[in-house]
């Protein structure tokens, strides 16, 4: 699959992950304070995006290596929404149901790199049982 091709599919990954985590914000915005929702709704859309990324995107099995590096595939998302949902909300005046998408797209292609580098990294000599299913 080529490198066009797979950004085509991140990017429709990248359209679910984003209303999965969205309307997990919002339901958990009316339970827990603005940040809080956010990093639970960051972490629950998160596990999702992997195995979307892994079988539609890269078209590569999961594994339990890949899951747990897969984190590190939105850790520069995961500050730059952190910090622009704080910078929108409390310095500029943004509406925290609003915030999250605003700063969500600044973070879209560091976020490619990142994930296409570990999910197509070789798992040579992964054992059945490392393996996600």
Known sequence: MT?????A???VVG???TGTY?????VLLGLLPYIAAHVAAFVLSMTGSFFLNSY?????RPTWRKFLLFP????ANFVITTGGVYLLVDLAGFSSRYAPLVAAA???PITFVVSRTIMLRPDHGVPAAERVS
Not at 3 to 7: E, G, I, P, R
Not at 22 to 26: D, E, I, Q
């Open 56 to 60: 539609f995107t890269y078209r590569t």
């Open 15 to 17: 359209v679910v992950n």
């Open 22 to 26: 969205y309307g997990c914000y919002l």
């Open 106 to 108: 600044a973070a879209i």
């Open 3 to 7: 490198v066009k091709a797979q950004m």
């Open 72 to 75: 590190l595939t939105n850790a």
């Open 9 to 11: 599919r991140f990017a």
